[in-house]
């Protein structure tokens, strides 16, 4: 990849991409908002891909599709590009309904998890392509694609043959052959996974860097809660055919709603409250006090907001135990600590200071205001 | 030291296969040229069996009848095949079964079941109706019939072989259905159907038993002409036609991989 100075400044020369989008047009907005309701899909007749999705993607925002394959992420992504009917419910972009529109005549672009680029044209006929079946002139075509070549930074690649490219070129070039259309939406169905993680990351940056740039509505799907976090305004966890929680990534990670976006978003410390009395409840790992007016059957100890100390102590919110593992991660440690029959996960900084050993008797605080309760 | 023998051994059954193979081929191209009447012996080089092949009326009427033929019958059973193998792939993934095996079933078919019954089958045609005559009309419908699953089949399995995603990004990049067809699926066939052309067009210029079954008293091709002749004896200049049909089927297979190899090197 290029300088990341450079790549800054350039971005700072075009700031406005929407005003010229807008200006070459007119007729339409740079960026447009997604509103479905009531979206229901069924599979021959037992499987549930949808089961009433209602969402608004607002525009410009960088929306991520969150679940485990079968949730209906990749089915919902579909039936906004047209490529599959919902059997019931409204699809509105722009502000026009849209449910009944053939792919060809909705403008939203899709970048395919295989990138989907024909291997009888080469680079430059494949970015070129969305633009001629829309009877584009040749001139525009040719400047639009050296101006989108150049914003994905793959000018020198435009007359090479598809089976020519890598797997991150060829990412490229399906991203560019979608953008290059300017269309309302984008849709992003796991662009990355097919990509080695180093590759991802860069290209994870690339992709922000891009949206951020033309202010574009993207939405994203993806499996993994690693890249959803990194990239996304917000997002939409979905499991079983229902959106289960729609926010940040900070909310869906430090305040997930119920256990299935805890465990999905990678937490283990959930533990059943067994007796609750006012603010203090009962926990396999012990009692625990917790903020006033917070509800629910779980409880959920974020590994990263537990503090260690040497020895026994006695407190509120202070959990004794014995570590039983640690995984030294060089920035930071993880421990397993088990308490009593059950066993808890903590990340230690490492500031340099003694990180205790295995075997250690050790205590663990939390402060009342990181413990998050959640319902099933 | 056995290791070597083997080897020898493995080398001269090789060259034994390709003599089986070749060498009755080279013996017709060379007494092509022979000077003599005789096959017994090779007199000398002369070019007069084919100079006498270009006075030869019924020779010259077989030879346009087999290329009018092969060429229209490959090019309607394109067509026909092309819509088959399409609608195979799109509906690949219901149980389509029988359908299945009732287009393969001419490949596996006899080829003397199959003109013996297309024959009857005109016959009955031509009683009723008095249309279907045995004639070119027939053996071209009788051809397209047996050419029909070898292009569907092609067609068929290079869409397989496509990223069935490609299908939707031409709908989403805008193309219209018609635009589909113009755009993506013929250019991405293009190799395919050439193959498919050429080797409908060989099948068509090689066949004897369907031809000599559905054909009429105007309609001899040249491997109907070639049989009757040799009721009278091998003649040299039998063997100038045999020379150049090779010929023929050899640039056929040379255009057609030319042809579909010059896209994708380009």
Same mark, same amino acid.
């Given at each position: 990849m290029s300088d990341p100075q450079m790549v800054m400044d350039e971005s700072l020369q075009r700031v406005e991409p929407q005003e010229s989008a807008v200006g070459e047009r007119g007729e339409r907005l740079a960026a447009s908002s997604i509103e479905m309701k009531g979206l229901h899909k069924r599979f021959g007749n037992d499987a549930v891909a949808l089961n009433g999705v209602d969402l608004t993607i607002r525009a410009g925002e960088f929306f991520t599709l969150l679940g485990p394959s079968g949730c209906g992420k990749t089915t919902l992504l579909r039936i906004l590009a047209g490529l599959e009917e919902a059997d019931d419910g409204t699809l509105i972009i722009g502000g026009k309904d849209v449910t009944e529109e053939p792919p060809h005549r909705r403008s939203v672009n899709t970048v395919f998890q295989s990138y989907a680029l024909f291997p009888h044209l080469s680079v430059r006929e494949n970015l070129a392509f969305g633009l001629k079946m829309r009877g584009v002139g040749a001139q525009e075509r040719e400047a639009k694609v050296a101006e989108v070549a150049n914003l994905i930074q793959l000018g020198e690649l435009v007359d090479r043959r598809i089976d020519q490219l890598s797997g991150g070129q060829r990412q490229r070039i399906a991203l560019a052959r979608a953008l290059v259309c300017e269309p309302d939406v984008l849709l992003l169905d796991e662009p990355l996974s097919a990509l080695d993680a180093g590759l991802r990351s860069q290209l994870q940056v690339e992709l922000l860097r891009v949206q951020k740039r033309l202010g574009m509505t993207f939405v994203f799907?993806?499996?993994?809660?690693?890249?959803?976090?990194?990239?996304?305004?917000?997002?939409?966890?979905?499991?079983?055919?229902?959106?289960?929680?729609?926010?940040?990534?900070?909310?869906?990670?430090?305040?997930p709603i119920n256990v299935f976006v805890a465990r999905f978003m990678g937490h283990d410390n959930l533990y059943?409250?067994?007796?609750?009395?006012?603010?203090?409840?009962?926990?396999?790992?012990?009692?625990?006090?917790?903020?006033?007016?917070?509800?629910?059957?779980?409880?959920?100890?974020?590994?990263?907001?537990?503090?260690?100390?040497l020895g026994h102590v006695a407190g509120t919110n202070h959990l004794p135990g014995r570590i039983t593992e640690r995984l030294y991660r060089g920035s930071h440690a993880e421990y397993r600590i088990a308490i009593g029959a059950t066993s808890l996960q903590a990340t230690v900084n490492n500031r340099g200071h003694h990180l205790p050993d295995v075997g250690d008797e050790v205590t663990l605080v939390v402060s009342s205001e990181d413990l998050v309760t959640l319902s099933e | 030291m056995k290791r070597s023998i083997f080897k020898k051994g493995l080398r001269g059954f090789w060259w034994l296969t390709i003599g089986f193979l070749y060498l009755p081929l080279i013996v017709v191209m060379l007494f092509s040229f022979n000077a003599s009447n005789s096959a017994a012996s090779f007199t000398g080089i002369s070019l007069r069996w084919y100079r006498r092949l270009l006075g030869n009326d019924a020779i010259l009427s077989a030879l346009s009848n087999s290329l009018l033929l092969a060429v229209i019958s490959s090019l309607v059973a394109l067509v026909i095949g092309c819509l088959i193998g399409y609608g195979m792939y799109r509906h690949r993934h219901r149980k389509l079964g029988w359908l299945i095996v009732l287009i393969y079933l001419p490949i596996v078919l006899p080829d003397i079941v199959f003109g013996i019954s297309e024959m009857t089958f005109f016959v009955k045609i031509n009683e009723l109706t008095g249309l279907l005559s045995p004639g070119l009309s027939t053996m071209i419908i009788a051809h397209v019939t047996f050419?029909?699953?070898?292009?569907?089949?092609?067609?068929?399995?290079?869409?397989?072989?496509?990223?069935?995603?490609?299908?939707?990004?031409?709908?989403?990049?805008?193309?219209?259905?018609?635009?589909?067809?113009?755009?993506?699926?013929?250019?991405?066939?293009?190799?395919?159907?050439? &193959?498919?052309?050429?080797? &409908?067009?060989?099948?068509?210029?090689?066949?004897?038993?369907? &031809?000599?079954?559905?054909?009429?008293?105007?309609?001899?091709?040249?491997?109907?002409?070639?049989?009757?002749?040799?009721?009278?004896?091998?003649?040299?200049?039998?063997?100038?036609?045999?020379?150049?049909?090779?010929?023929?089927?050899?640039?056929?297979?040379?255009?057609?991989?030319?042809?579909?190899?010059r896209r994708t090197v380009s």
């Open positions: 799907v993806t499996h993994d809660q690693q890249e959803a976090m990194v990239m996304s305004d917000r997002i939409a966890v979905l499991n079983g055919g229902n959106i289960q929680q729609i926010g940040s990534p900070r909310e869906i990670y430090e305040t059943a409250i067994t007796e609750r009395e006012g603010c203090r409840v009962t926990t396999p790992v012990g009692t625990l006090e917790l903020e006033g007016g917070s509800e629910g059957e779980f409880v959920l100890i974020r590994p990263e907001t537990l503090d260690l100390k | 050419q029909i699953p070898f292009v569907a089949l092609i067609v068929y399995s290079r869409f397989v072989g496509l990223d069935p995603s490609l299908f939707e990004a031409a709908k989403d990049l805008y193309a219209t259905p018609r635009q589909r067809v113009q755009f993506f699926m013929l250019p991405t066939l293009k190799p395919a159907l050439i &193959s498919a052309f050429f080797l &409908s067009f060989t099948l068509s210029l090689d066949d004897f038993v369907i &031809s000599f079954f559905t054909s009429g008293p105007e309609s001899a091709t040249l491997p109907i002409y070639i049989w009757s002749a040799i009721r009278k004896g091998v003649t040299p200049e039998i063997n100038a036609i045999a020379t150049l049909m090779m010929m023929a089927v050899a640039i056929a297979a040379i255009a057609s991989l030319w042809l579909s190899r």
